[in-house]
């Protein structure tokens, strides 16, 4: 019975020293701690009223009037406390980061207060500054507080100019987009270019930047314009082993194949455009998708060679407005994410396979680890990796018109038209009416049908509204891989720069499996193909080309006001919270 008395005396004598403050009187003090007059402040450089989990910051402690000194000081950190969820009549303690010296001669840490550092030597200083690691997401606030002497006699702690109470950052970071436009409800279509912009070279990124300057490169730019439901990655989430491939070997090789697989399922357009090394590391890939009321997201990955397995990329932004328009311009700046495949630290690491797999999530920021390109490395002070920007080039028009049908349901006009805006850099845009087209119009310039084969679908495409013409096998396919026929270059894409494009062109084929093009995206097809291509196939023959070319820019076009505000966004800190942690595993 006494043992039990004992241990019971003795945890609640343990509680109550954790409940109080920690007393940071001064050595040898007897004299009470005097209101802070403002001539002495605790700042937290990079945060205000806000912190981002994990994320390490610099605290300062100086002299606000230039002319006044302190001689000893000590800066503690004290987390909020809540209710214990297993014994509600308990109280505990939130964790509320570390607080470390930066320098060894003007700070320690304290032998007396957890989570606080003191002076090494009590000598008149101006200023003194200390590292604060902020906790992991989900301690809520943190309380800094300093204490310093002026004087034998003179000492000060607490009040507004030396304390800081900090919150955790909630918001989502800009390139995740979390609010989604569920009911996109525009009739019109619309074509996006996509442009990257590397920005990694050993001027912007010297630490432990690759030795070999011809090494570093960008994988091909690689995504998806896709519907609400369909996910190419996610934080939170699982690598598939198209964006493993990706991440740790800039190959895009399998990634491109998922991301075909879901074309028609999920996927509307396919987002390629060509990956950049030495010494071309920083121009420009284009790449375009399209768009429509139900496919309405955009999703993409670049690789980073030499790297463990990071990548830089957007998801699941969102370019259909609230009022059922298009967005016309984003800006983003790219910072690396970790796949979660590999536990190297530095560009030029060894491969070492996480196992078990860990979720996509930044790649940790202000480490400790001096193998690390981002050893205590401000995040204010971090240059971005690449630049992608997404521009909206063309409207294709579509009138819609309610049906007197019993299922009421909203069909597109026989009418349609493009306008197409210019690619020029500018805040308005100008819009062009190209061409108007009926499906009798198209009816009559499409070719006869040729006589059906066995590689050949003479229905295919003949759906709902008999917009696409039959698919014709080349004949000089293979007959255990048949594909389409080439179709006609695109035309040249790109900025418009002094009267001429300099960009690219593209054309595509299809695999075929008994007549079928399965990865050839059909709107108005009445069936799902569900046909698979041989593996085989998929590795020996591409259904992708593309060429440089240059063009002369139009200037017959019709300029209109366009009411859509350009959208260009702040810099994306690394490192945003997000409201999942890695060990969620985002299911879809």
């Not at 000060?156 to 989604?180: A, F």
């Not at 697989?261 to 284009?286: A, F, L, Q, S």
């Not at 030029?348 to 979720?359: D, K």
């Not at 209109?560 to 800190?573: D, G, L, Q, S």
């Amino acid at each position: 019975m006494m043992k039990i008395i004992f241990f019971c005396l003795f945890f609640s004598l343990c509680y109550i020293a954790l409940a109080f403050r920690c007393d940071r009187r001064p050595y040898g003090f007897t004299t009470k701690s005097i209101s802070a007059d403002g001539r002495f402040k605790l700042a937290v450089i990079g945060a205000e009223n806000t912190y981002m989990p994990d994320q390490l910051y610099t605290v300062q402690l100086l002299s606000t009037d230039g002319v006044s000194r302190f001689t000893a000081f000590m800066i503690s950190a004290e987390g909020d406390t809540r209710s214990d969820p297993k014994n509600p009549r308990r109280m505990i303690t939130l964790f509320p980061g570390q607080l470390r010296p930066q320098e060894l001669l003007s700070a320690k840490f304290s032998d007396r207060c957890l989570y606080s550092v003191e002076h090494v030597i009590a000598s008149p200083k101006s200023i003194v500054q200390v590292y604060w690691q902020a906790p992991e997401s989900g301690n809520g606030c943190v309380t800094l507080r300093a204490m310093v002497v002026e004087s034998d006699e003179t000492w000060y702690e607490d009040g507004p100019p030396l304390t800081q109470r900090l919150c955790e950052d909630m918001r989502q970071p800009d390139d995740i987009t979390p609010q989604l436009n569920y009911e996109c409800q525009t009739c019109d279509e619309a074509k996006y270019e996509i442009k990257f912009t590397g920005i990694w070279s050993r001027n912007t990124h010297p630490r432990l930047y690759p030795e070999k300057d011809w090494e570093p490169r960008y994988s091909d730019l690689a995504g998806a314009s896709h519907a609400v439901d369909y996910f190419l990655w996610a934080p939170g989430s699982l690598a598939s082993e198209g964006l493993r491939e990706l991440a740790e070997h800039a190959n895009t090789s399998r990634f491109d194949g998922e991301i075909r697989e879901k074309i028609g399922d999920g996927v509307r357009t396919m987002i390629k455009g060509k990956g950049h090394g030495y010494p071309k590391m920083n121009n420009p890939t284009y790449a375009f998708a399209r768009t429509d009321k139900t496919n309405h997201l955009i999703s993409v990955a670049v690789g980073i060679h030499p790297s463990p397995d990071w990548f830089l990329g957007v998801t699941r932004i969102e370019v259909c407005n609230d009022n059922n328009t298009w967005l016309t311009e984003r800006e983003f700046d790219l910072y690396p994410w970790d796949a979660g495949t590999d536990s190297g630290v530095s560009y030029e690491s060894m491969n070492i396979e996480t196992f078990p797999q860990g979720a996509i999530s930044r790649v940790q920021m202000s480490s400790y680890d001096k193998n690390s390109p981002f050893y205590e490395t401000d995040i204010k002070d971090l240059h971005p990796f690449g630049r992608l920007r997404i521009k909206l080039v063309r409207i294709y028009h579509k009138e819609c018109a309610r049906t007197e049908s019993s299922e009421d349901v909203e069909k597109t006009t026989e009418t349609e038209t493009e306008t197409t805006l210019t690619t020029e850099e500018a805040t308005s845009t100008t819009t062009e009416v190209t061409e108007t087209e009926t499906e009798s119009d198209i009816e009559e310039q499409s070719p006869s049908e040729p006589k059906a084969s066995r590689y050949q679908n003479t229905e295919l495409g003949s759906g709902e509204h008999g917009r696409e013409t039959p698919v014709v096998t080349d004949p000089e396919s293979p007959e255990e891989c048949p594909m389409s026929q080439w179709q006609d270059w695109s035309e040249c894409e790109g900025e418009c720069i002094d009267g001429q494009i300099i960009g690219y062109r593209w054309k595509e084929r299809y695999h075929l499996v008994d007549g079928y093009p399965v990865e050839k995206y059909d709107p108005h097809a009445k069936h799902k193909v569900t046909k698979e291509v041989p593996r085989f196939c998929k590795l020996h023959y591409d259904t992708f080309e593309r060429e440089e070319c240059t063009a002369k820019c139009s200037d017959d076009f019709v300029e209109e006001e366009v009411t859509a505000n350009r959208h260009v966004m702040e810099p994306i800190a690394p490192g945003y919270p997000w409201q999942w942690k890695k060990r969620h595993v985002f299911k879809h």
